[in-house]
C-alpha cells in the first residue's frame, strides 16, 4: 500500500539546522510532484516547499525562502527538507505530501520543535 514516511524531527536551538526526510513507497514516486506541508497549533496547514519530478523546479514560501532547501533523490523514493537558520516560528508538524492530477497522499508528520 500507499506509504510516505517522514523522519528528522525533534528538538534543535535557534538558529540550528535540520534535515527531514520522506521516505515514499507503493506508487511511482518520480511521476508524482512531491510537497512540504507543516502545521502549527490553531493554524491552518500551510505550503513550505514544493518540488517538480525531476527537481528542475522548485518553490518555497516566502517565510522559508533562503533557509529551507527542497530535494529528491528517485532513485531512493526519497524527498528532503533541509533546514538552516531555524527560528521558534518554525515549530510545527511538518508533513509529506504527494500530487499527481486528483491522485494525493499524505505522510504522519514529524514534529519539530525550535526552542532555547
Known amino acids: 500500500q500507499v506509504q510516505l514516511v517522514e523522519s528528522g524531527g525533534g528538538l534543535v536551538q535557534p538558529g540550528g539546522s535540520l534535515r527531514l526526510s520522506c521516505a515514499a513507497s507503493g506508487f511511482t514516486f518520480s511521476t508524482y510532484r512531491m510537497s512540504w506541508y507543516r502545521q502549527s497549533p490553531g493554524k491552518e496547514r500551510e505550503l513550505v516547499a514544493t518540488i517538480s519530478t525531476t527537481g528542475g523546479y522548485t518553490n518555497y514560501a516566502d517565510s522559508v525562502k533562503g533557509r529551507f532547501t527542497i530535494s529528491r533523490d528517485n532513485a531512493k523514493n526519497t524527498v528532503y527538507l533541509q533546514m538552516n537558520s531555524l527560528k521558534p516560528d518554525d515549530t510545527a508538524v511538518y508533513y509529506c505530501?504527494?500530487?499527481?492530477?486528483?491522485?494525493?497522499?499524505w505522510g504522519q508528520g514529524t514534529q519539530v520543535t525550535v526552542s532555547s
Open positions: 505530501h504527494a500530487k499527481l492530477w486528483f491522485d494525493e497522499y
